[in-house]
């Protein structure tokens, strides 16, 4: 069932990338790292709302991405399809593999603006997008950490899970992690600094994928039942709620008396829930709907010439389990 409903996601996605807007209509394109993330539908909302808003405006936002977030190569082709095609006008790019879609623009030397949205391309690449327009994911990993030094003030053994391996966003937020425990910058791996020790295995990495970010914390909880903390730096585990749910019970006395500590990327409804039911001790959420609703009009900014900031960032909520009611911007 999961490879017929991926390859129902994947011919959606050509089919509307043959197709992506009425033919009076310029395309302003976001490209998201895959279809199967709960997280990118909600950047898909927003770019959907500024369709309703500016409608026979002579732009349409279009929405796409490759059916599988773990398909990097398939993101990158996307991008390279749209850039053929002569209704885009400009393309926002939340990169799944930064060095390689940077490679991509390197090539094609893309003369519509291109920005980036939620992920970033590496520093050493900035030069080839316009914009950034996301979360300040190293700010993300700092909160990750002031929450866990609240929690656990002697520091302790932990863990981070991370996305995949080339995700410029999500390793800033391991850096901004790593950084503020250790009380230095620069810090590749916590080995007591401040009382924090990164755990034989760990960082593990998803790959994207639910399924496997929940057999990995299964398999460091059962390997390390002395474990202090966990970090999600990303939401993965918990887009999948049943699944989250019976590893989380599996230790939910420990995390009752904050013997382990769970903190984790993104306030989704299910990830609130989870919150709530003391299955995680703080979320830091991004904004993605405002992401994908702010899009649309920074390329139409960029098309016409004018001034836009290398950088705009979307803000963060904090969420504990005492103010997972009022912690999420309206």
Not at 74 to 80: H, L, N, T, W
Not at 182 to 199: D, F, P, V
Not at 288 to 309: C, Q, S, T
């Amino acid at each position: 069932m999961r490879k017929l409903s991926l390859g129902l996601l994947a011919a959606a996605a050509l089919g509307l990338l043959a197709s992506p807007a009425p033919a009076a209509d310029k395309v302003l394109a976001i490209v998201v790292k895959g279809l199967d993330n709960p997280f990118f539908e909600q950047i898909h909302l927003g770019c959907e709302k500024w369709n309703a808003e500016n409608a026979g405006k002579g732009y349409t936002c279009f929405y796409t991405g490759p059916a599988s977030s773990a398909d990097e190569a398939g993101e990158v082709q996307i991008v390279d399809d749209l850039l053929n095609k002569p209704d885009i006008a400009a393309i926002a790019i939340s990169p799944s593999n930064a060095p390689l879609m940077a490679k991509l623009l390197r090539e094609r030397k893309p003369t519509i603006p291109i920005m980036t949205i939620d992920a970033d391309l590496g520093k050493e690449d900035a030069a080839l997008r316009k914009t950034y327009l996301g979360t300040d994911n190293y700010l993300m990993g700092v909160k990750f950490a002031e929450h866990l030094q609240k929690l656990k003030a002697k520091g302790g053994t932990i863990c981070l899970q991370l996305g995949n391996v080339a995700a410029d966003n999500i390793n800033a937020r391991a850096a901004g992690t790593r950084d503020t425990l250790s009380g230095a910058k620069g810090t590749e791996r916590l080995t007591g600094q401040n009382g924090w020790t990164e755990i034989a295995g760990c960082p593990v990495f998803t790959n994207d994928q639910a399924d496997l970010a929940n057999q990995q914390m299964a398999d460091t909880f059962t390997a390390n039942p002395d474990l202090d903390a966990f970090v999600l730096e990303g939401g993965w585990a918990q887009f999948a709620p049943q699944a989250y749910s019976q590893v989380a019970t599996q230790v939910k006395d420990k995390m009752a008396s904050k013997k382990l500590v769970i903190v984790a990327g993104d306030t989704l409804p299910p990830q609130m829930e989870a919150l709530k039911s003391g299955y995680s001790h703080v979320q830091v959420g991004q904004r993605p709907f405002e992401m994908g609703y702010r899009a649309p009009a920074v390329m139409l900014d960029l098309i016409a010439g004018k001034a836009v900031e290398p950088v705009i960032y979307t803000g963060l909520d904090e969420c504990t389990q005492e103010t997972a009611a009022t912690c999420i911007a309206k």
